[in-house]
């Protein structure tokens, strides 16, 4: 299962209940793990009565048996009437490293599928193992079903978060649905004039990024596909796909002054994919250069070629979560917390909610660059 044993690391979540979440209580139990080294720190957590949540640091498995004094703070807990099995409300979450899982993405994501297959297959008998009823199961580690390959079971499980976000991004239009994505060199997007509950998304094997949109019309027909996000674009011989949240207001007068083509695309929006294409490149600069031309409320999201995600954010919301080895966004902390509750996954490791101004690349490994620009404001619209 792992392919680099020796960038096996593993950070361990530990909860405990029903012992109080005084401070008191949780510094006794740091004084022992950390005695020797930080090894330990401790929060609460919202699925617990009245208890606490052990977090490591990450570990080698050496360092967790041999090294960290695990006995000693399980003693102390105890002492302090903490239960954790018995109290029910209780898990033990253990994190891998991704580059335990190889040194490629490609490579990772075929061990990943591997580790989701044999969960399937061996379903009922890690539910004995784990000592939990079915019930439990299902409310916080759902099985995703049973496919017949290990990528397919990742394939699944992708399209299940995607489906599930997708719906919930409905409250921000019903008129259209579409995706981008790349898959073998070439830019794929995929959109209908239909709402995400009756759109079937299904990824191919080995798409790790995607873009979605979806629409409420305010311009431009909804029945005639070409006027629904996202865009594609083209500089410098690559492709690039673009969707646009909000209200522009300027895009006619903008066509003229920059004398830009006229097109078969009637929606607005598209004048930002035409500001790019005669900067002939897509990097900070180009964006700065179609942020500051246009007019009026936005989010520009961005795919290029290299399954790098730009974020253009005007005062439109934009809301990303972050998890360990892969991220999700929308337009707001609201619709992606309906979404979590439905997929069942645990909080996020942190939020990011761009400010007015900033440009975000987040490039295929979760690293982020910024930019910005200066917001061009005008009533004449009024």
Known sequence: ?????????????????????????AQKLLDIANKDAENLYIKTDGSLDDGLELVTH?????????????????????????????????????????????????????????????????????????????????????????????????????????????????????????????????????????PARKMKIHLPHNVNVVMGHTRMTTQGNAQFNQNNHPFLGHVDGNSFALAHNGVLWNDKELRMEENLPMTSVETYSYVAVQLLEQQK??????????????????????LDKNNSIWFVVGDNPLCVMFYDGFLIYASTQEILWKAIKKLRLKAPTDILEPKEGEILKIDRAGRITTGGFAPRTSYEHW
């Open 1 to 25: 299962m792992f392919n680099n044993q020796k960038f096996l690391t593993c950070g361990v979540e530990l909860e405990i209940d029903d012992g109080g979440t005084v401070n008191s209580n």
């Open 281 to 302: 490149t897509l990097d900070f600069d180009s964006l700065k250069f179609m942020a500051e031309k246009v007019e009026g409320s936005f989010v520009f999201t961005v």
């Open 58 to 194: 990450p570990m080698t498995l050496d360092y967790h048996l041999n090294e960290m004094p695990w006995a000693a703070v399980l003693r102390k807990a105890q002492e302090l009437d903490y239960l954790s099995h018995a109290a029910g409300t209780c898990g033990l979450h253990v994190h891998i490293s991704r580059l335990a899982f190889g040194c490629t993405c490609e490579q990772q994501e075929a061990a990943i599928a591997r580790l989701l297959y044999f969960v399937e297959k061996f379903w009922a008998e890690l539910l004995r193992f784990s000592r939990r009823t079915q019930g439990q199961m299902n409310r916080w580690a759902a099985r995703y079903g049973m496919k017949l390959t290990p990528t397919d079971q990742m394939c699944h499980a992708k399209n299940k978060i995607l489906n599930t976000l997708a719906r919930e991004c409905q409250v921000r239009g019903t008129d259209a649905t579409g995706i981008a994505y790349n898959f073998n060199d070439r830019l794929r997007i995929y959109k209908r004039p239909l």
